[in-house]
């Protein structure tokens, strides 16, 4: 099946799926870093979603902010070594994360409603050029646990690449 093929049937599979079938999916971190290069450079940018644009791109700043200084309501342990953690393996093994785009993390600080969305993204790059220099130990996710960097690194390009799927740039 071709992948723009599979991008159709998925869409009416999965209804919530909005993604644009030429728009490559983030993969990795730097790939996050180009994708916020193609959207400042796109003529309009808007998020279909429950969020604005601001608002996702901050609460994907704060998911990377958080890895780094800690989530502010975790999961009981338990949680994040059977649910949790077995959550991130299908992920991890599916390559790419489906959750709830409207969900905030847990106890995190509101989100932006601000018209200016390149402050949010300016926020974001920040925030990923901090975990990418970041040499010291990690907070454990909220829901998944502790993670290595690599898993991590996972983690937030999957939660991008998730996100993309409400941002049309265009």
Request: zero cysteines; proline letters at 6%.
């Amino acid at each position: 099946m071709r992948r723009r093929d599979f991008l159709v049937v998925s869409a009416f599979a999965f209804p919530g799926a909005t993604a644009m079938a030429d728009e490559p999916r983030v993969q990795s971190l730097d790939g996050a870093l180009r994708w916020l290069d193609g959207l400042e450079r796109a003529p309009a940018v808007r998020a279909t979603g429950a969020w604005p644009l601001s608002a996702v791109l901050d609460h994907l700043a704060q998911s990377v902010e958080m890895s780094l200084d800690g989530f502010p309501q975790p999961k009981s342990e338990l949680f994040q070594h059977t649910a949790g953690s077995a959550a991130f393996a299908v992920f991890k093994w599916r390559g790419r994360m489906s959750h709830g785009l409207a969900e905030p993390i847990p106890g995190a600080p509101a989100l932006s409603a601000g018209a200016d969305w390149r402050l949010s993204a300016l926020r974001l790059r920040h925030a990923i050029g901090r975990f990418q220099a970041n040499q010291g130990a990690l907070k454990p996710h909220f829901a998944y646990g502790a993670l290595s960097k690599g898993d991590y690194s996972l983690a937030h390009a999957f939660h991008i690449a998730n996100h993309q799927d409400e941002i049309v740039a265009g």
